[in-house]
């Protein structure tokens, strides 16, 4: 039994680096539209950040904009994919507390479950990285993800 789940273990690490992508593409994709939405009505979003008791709303609507658009594209790139999961764990950390915890936790209810899942997914990056297939793994770490 023990031979059987070390082969187990190690079939199931084979996909590893393609889920990491795709995960990488996934949440990416989810960042998409609500960053689209903040930079093409950036005023509104500074006003319903204000709303929502965010600090300094209008630096803050400019910050996380910028910061989920860079966030986008160095997340599909996977480049400086820990840095930047970092920094966009700390807007989903923010969505939570200013706009989602008082609704609960489920998303039905406008609850912090999707930016929880969000958070997590960050985390993931954070600690582990991009992945094989990455700029991160082409550019600084030859052989970290075989």
Do not use: C
């Not at 999961?85 to 969505?95: K, R």
């Amino acid at each position: 039994m023990k031979n059987f789940l070390a082969e187990f273990r190690v079939l199931l690490s084979y996909p590893r680096n393609i889920v990491l992508l795709l995960a990488r593409l996934v949440l990416a994709y989810g960042f998409s539209l609500p960053a689209l939405m903040k930079i093409q009505h950036m005023e509104e979003t500074r006003v319903w950040f204000e709303s929502v008791g965010i600090p300094f709303a209008g630096f803050t609507a400019y910050l996380v904009s910028g910061l989920e658009t860079v966030g986008i594209i160095l997340l599909i790139l996977g480049l400086f994919t820990r840095q930047i999961a970092v920094l966009l764990s700390f807007v989903m950390l923010g969505a939570i507390t200013f706009v989602h915890w008082q609704h609960g936790y489920a998303s039905a209810n406008n609850g912090f479950e999707i930016p929880f899942y969000y958070f997590l997914f960050l985390m993931i990056f954070a600690s582990f990285g991009p992945g094989k297939y990455s700029l991160d793994q082409l550019l600084f770490g030859r052989g970290r993800y075989e």
